[in-house]
């Protein structure tokens, strides 16, 4: 009794609750923001409390995940990659229909998607290859290939779900971490070339429909047909009607008007805007960066390889979905479809992002072991 | 363990380096918060509070249907409903009371119907009144601006020229339910909502996807209290938004011909049944009618409640089109299937002369002829003219129930003909296999027998009758009944023709069809033939009576009068025919439900079809036939006249011979 009170002690000094910290204050501010999005239609009304039990499920299996030694993630890091594939490839030929793409999985009560958490399998695997060769020297092509493959192979099932926008992520995250483990600036340049060369391409000829319309929404909105371009206007007038303080909390016109679509999911930072203006959005952003910057705090303070390029993978899950959701909402780029981390509306994506804290609470958990 | 902690350490200027494009990453999203909240803020504010957009639904016209002379079957005709956009709605309680007073609607009505839709989503607008009148109509749009939130909404109303008449086949349209919307979404990948119209019936329904057309839509600038404004040029960021026109619906130019719709519609009046005619040469259904019918233009329109309930309480089943989707014993209209598998499998000669008494022994059981005196000796000919019923116990038992199913399959019967309706059943033949499956019982030969005169287990839809005679009429083929001529566009342009489809060349010997084809010539044309009385003029059809009996009945049951059992007991009449007989060009099959004979109640029906179709269609032909039979018809009373006069003056002779005898005895 008396040890296992002096381990529990020990354990809650070293625990860096960092990570929950951050995330739990920026959840905080989202289900706010979520109840004032969603209380304007009688149908949604309730799924800010839906929300705050994804929250707590992610939160109990992050924690968990925290508590696991840092070894663990190494030793299965390759079994986990292939098991979500073989899901990613299950998910393709037999997984639930919604919205148009085969993305769920549905066991029993359980219905998640595999491609989510591909996102931890993909920077897992990568950062244990990487951990193990090539240390010594910078990347070139060569290097580059088999790490390459692995995030690639995920990327294609996953566009072929068709869910173009979390593929595409999945290689982001890839080109980062390779960034990070001394990617050759030659290299990096011939990769630029090949990736917009390969863009141009995929977009002539391997694009559905509808998100062909969405790139074109974006470059010209006046050529779009079925009005998706009056979304991104929408969404335009809504961020910048907030103005300078915002029109204050379930005060946004926009929302309540249903004139913006999803406006629980990918445009919660829309609303958001509307109503704290752009001081609000200050204080949310420097929130995310406060945790992006504490992930990069922890790839410099590990001493082992692995568990620094983990934290830099887990960094860019965070960064790119942050960037590239605001980056559509505020008409920079195509609207493809992400959330925006611990605020959008959407569980899957909530357990995602708690097991990421969590694994980096293990890990900075690890540090003082030694 | 040191050289790992060296691996980390030399990779902290890539660190710094991402940490820093981070930080640059988000200096553009700061700077794009800048530009919209701080720089065009104040723009953007005012917009999002005076103006709002609203997407309209431009609604498009749904394609029209044409007869196959191009009259116009439906129209698209503009009608005006009352709403109210609750989102809009200010002083209520006046502008309701206002409402109330224009539309003759107590402000309780209104406040329920507005209750009712509580639901929905509150700039969605709220139906007060159906199908208001033009004064109603400009009396809102004057008064619109004193009660915001109140508007008039246009709708096109659906409109079908003859009501009742063809109801059936043209279908109607009506809102999607709540029910059919995942099935339609999936079915069509198309994103239906509700409030949405569809075909729900016939051609409506079939050609839905043809008929509907792209709905378009149109951003309209409203302001707060939902009133559209013009814009204003100079300041419009909704420039950037594109309308979209809509698109209409394809135009439907059918077979069918309308004069004979409402010729056959009203010669059906009074009757519970169908016609179905079919142009013998190419399979195109000419009229298609049954009755009792509905008038779909109250669908489109909204049902009333009385209207619904008077259709679904009428016993006789309004909605249901008995031309396809209802199927009958054919009765004796079967016989020439039966006569065809005789004669082809050598059973017997057309000429072979057979015994028929008043029934038929079989095991046990006696089978009865229709005649309580029996017919006397009968060849093919004479079978069918009077329908004998025991010439063809006595085929049948030679006859195997699965080649005669053969035959049956071979002219069209029970199967679906394919032609272009929902909804459309198959009937039935039976045979050894099915009987097994159904009811785990050996065929008896019993079975056979009844079969053979189109009683038992086989079924069949007036339209598969149809197309059958057409069959036998136009020397064994067999076509595939369609109802659309072509489809085209508002401009003209014909985006599909549809030519006559075989189904199949009928392998049955020409020597054969023409006995038949002399057989049902004899039906109608000749004393003593089943339908000589009905057998109009100048027409010369031909065809074949037939009794379906509802129940099985006992003997004494079946010699009884017909019209003195109860409605529901008594017998089907059917009569399909063609004309003219050796020169076919039109088919027509009627059944008249509980008309207790194929004669009186159906055949005329399919008399007034053809005539009118000689008329319009072949009208020299028809003045030929009319000369020739009156001819014939004098004629016929010379000899009718000779003949009572021989009888009598045999009848004379014999008396006269009898008192001669008499005489000669005393």
């Not at chain 1, 070339?193 to 863009?199: D, F, H, L, P, R």
């Not at chain 2, 050598?346 to 005649?371: A, E, M, N, S």
């Not at chain 2, 004494?556 to 059992?565: P, V």
């Not at chain 2, 029906?605 to 036939?625: F, G, Q, S, W």
Request: aromatic share 12%.
């Amino acid at each position: 009794m008396r040890f296992n009170a002096a381990g529990l002690l020990d354990i809650f000094k070293r625990y860096d609750f960092s990570f929950f910290g951050i995330a739990t204050a920026i959840f905080i501010i989202g289900i706010l923001n979520l109840y004032s999005a969603t209380s304007g239609s009688p149908n949604m009304a309730g799924l800010y409390k839906t929300q705050i039990v994804y929250f707590c499920v992610a939160l109990f299996v992050g924690m968990a995940v925290s508590f696991l030694g840092p070894k663990n993630f190494y030793r299965y890091s390759y079994m986990f990659y292939f098991f979500n594939i073989f899901l990613l490839v299950v998910v393709l030929f037999m997984g639930h229909k919604g919205m148009g793409a085969q993305r769920w999985l549905v066991i029993g009560p359980i219905r998640f998607q595999p491609s989510e958490v591909m996102k931890m399998s993909a920077v897992l695997c990568l950062a244990r290859w990487w951990s193990k060769h090539d240390t010594d020297r910078e990347l070139g092509i060569k290097e580059l290939i088999i790490p390459f493959g692995i995030s690639f192979v995920p990327a294609l099932l996953i566009i072929l779900e068709p869910d173009l926008g979390t593929g595409l992520l999945i290689l982001l995250i890839f080109f980062v971490m390779a960034f990070y483990r001394k990617l050759k600036w030659k290299t990096l340049m011939i990769i630029i070339a090949i990736g917009t060369i390969s863009g141009a391409l995929m977009y002539k000829f391997g694009l559905k429909d509808y998100q062909r319309r969405r790139i074109l929404t974006f470059i010209d909105p006046t050529a779009d047909a079925r009005g998706s371009g009056y979304n991104a206007i929408q969404s335009k007038i809504a961020i910048g009607s907030g103005q300078f303080w915002g029109k204050g909390w379930t005060k946004s016109t926009q929302a309540s008007l249903n004139y913006l679509p999803e406006n629980h999911t990918d445009f919660v930072f829309s609303i958001f805007n509307e109503e704290h203006g752009f001081v609000g959005a200050m204080i949310l952003i420097s929130l995310y960066i406060v945790l992006f910057f504490r992930f990069l705090w922890l790839a410099s303070s590990v001493t082992r390889l692995f568990d620094a390029v983990v934290a830099v993978g887990l960094m860019s899950i965070f960064f790119w979905h942050t960037f590239i959701n605001m980056g559509m909402v505020m008409g920079l780029m195509p609207v493809v479809g992400l959330p925006l981390p611990l605020m959008s509306y959407g569980g899957s994506s909530l357990v995602t992002f708690g097991i990421c804290c969590g694994i980096a609470t293990s890990l900075s958990n690890s540090r003082n072991l030694f | 363990m040191f050289g790992e902690d060296d691996a980390v350490r030399s990779h902290k200027g890539r660190l710094d380096l991402i940490g820093n494009i981070v930080v640059l990453f988000f200096l553009v999203i700061f700077a794009r918060l800048w530009y919209l909240q701080i720089y065009s803020g104040k723009e953007l504010y005012r917009y999002s509070i005076e103006n709002t957009l609203r997407k309209e639904t431009i609604n498009a016209p749904r394609g029209m249907i044409f007869s196959r002379n191009n009259q116009l079957l439906i129209h698209n005709i503009p009608r005006f409903d009352a709403v109210i956009i609750p989102q809009y709605l200010k002083n209520k309680k006046e502008s309701i009371k206002k409402l109330g007073m224009i539309l003759k609607m107590t402000p309780e009505e209104i406040n329920k119907t507005l209750k009712k839709n509580r639901g929905q989503a509150r700039y969605r607008p709220v139906v007060i009144k159906k199908n208001i009148s033009r004064k109603e109509v400009a009396i809102i749009e004057t008064e619109n601006f004193k009660m915001p939130g109140v508007m008039v909404q246009t709708f096109i109303s659906r409109e079908y020229s003859d009501k009742e008449i063809g109801g059936h086949l043209l279908g109607y349209i009506s809102e999607i339910s709540q029910a059919q919307l995942p099935k339609y979404r999936k079915r069509d990948k198309f994103n239906y909502k509700l409030g949405d119209f569809i075909g729900q019936a016939g051609l409506e329904e079939q050609m839905d996807l043809q008929l509907r057309g792209e709905d378009g839509f149109e951003f309209v600038r409203v302001d707060a209290r939902g009133r559209v404004r013009k814009n204003i040029k100079g300041e419009d960021l909704f420039s950037e938004v594109r309308n979209k026109k809509s698109t209409p619906g394809n135009n439907l130019r059918l077979t069918v011909d309308r004069d004979l719709q409402i010729t056959a519609y009203n010669s059906l009046e009074g009757k519970v049944g169908s016609a179905v005619a079919v142009d013998v040469n190419s399979g195109e259904v000419l009229a298609m009618v049954s009755r009792p019918s509905f008038d779909p233009t109250q669908f489109s329109r909204g049902l009333t409640s009385e209207y619904w309930k008077s259709l679904i309480e009428n016993e006789n089943n309004p909605l249901r089109d008995r031309t396809i989707q209802e199927h009958y014993s054919p009765g004796s209209t079967f016989k020439t299937i039966t006569a065809i598998a005789a004669l082809e499998e050598g059973i017997v000669k057309k000429d072979q002369v057979i015994q028929c008494g008043p029934t038929f022994k079989l095991g046990r059981r006696r089978y009865h002829d229709w005649k309580r005196g029996g017919h006397g000796p009968t060849d093919v000919y004479k079978s069918l003219k009077r329908s004998v019923d025991v010439y063809f116990y006595k085929i049948a038992t030679q006859l195997d129930i699965d080649v005669l199913a053969d035959y049956a399959r071979k002219f069209g019967l029970g199967t679906k003909t394919g032609v272009l309706l929902p909804r459309e059943t198959s009937g039935l033949i039976p045979d050894r296999e099915w009987k097994k499956k159904r009811f785990g019982e050996e065929w008896q030969l019993g079975e056979t027998l009844s079969c053979s005169i189109g009683q038992s287990y086989i079924l069949t839809t007036p339209l598969q009758l149809a197309m059958a005679y057409a069959a036998i009429a136009n020397g064994g083929t067999l076509y595939y009944p369609y109802l659309i001529k072509e489809i085209f566009k508002n401009d003209g342009e014909v985006i599909q023709k549809f030519s006559p489809k075989e189904v199949s060349k009928i392998n049955v010997s020409k020597d054969t069809l023409d006995a038949i084809k002399k057989g049902l010539y004899q039906v109608v044309n000749e004393r003593k033939g089943t339908a000589w009385w009905y057998r109009g003029v100048g027409i010369r059809m031909a065809g074949k009576t037939g009794t379906s009996q509802v129940k099985s009945m006992t003997s004494k049951e079946l010699f009884s009068k017909c019209e003195e059992m109860p409605y529901r007991d008594r017998h089907h009449g059917i009569f399909v025919g063609y004309a003219p007989a050796y020169d076919p060009k039109i088919a027509v099959a009627v059944v008249v439900e509980h008309g207790c004979h194929g004669s009186s109640a159906a055949a005329p029906v399919v008399r007034d079809v053809i005539t009118k179709y000689m008329k319009k269609y072949h009208p020299e032909l028809h003045a030929k036939y009319a000369e020739e039979d009156k001819k014939k018809m004098k004629q016929f009373w010379l000899e009718e006249k000779a003949r009572k006069e021989q009888l009598k003056k045999e009848q004379d002779e014999n008396s006269e011979a009898s008192a001669g005898s008499a005489q000669e005895d005393t």
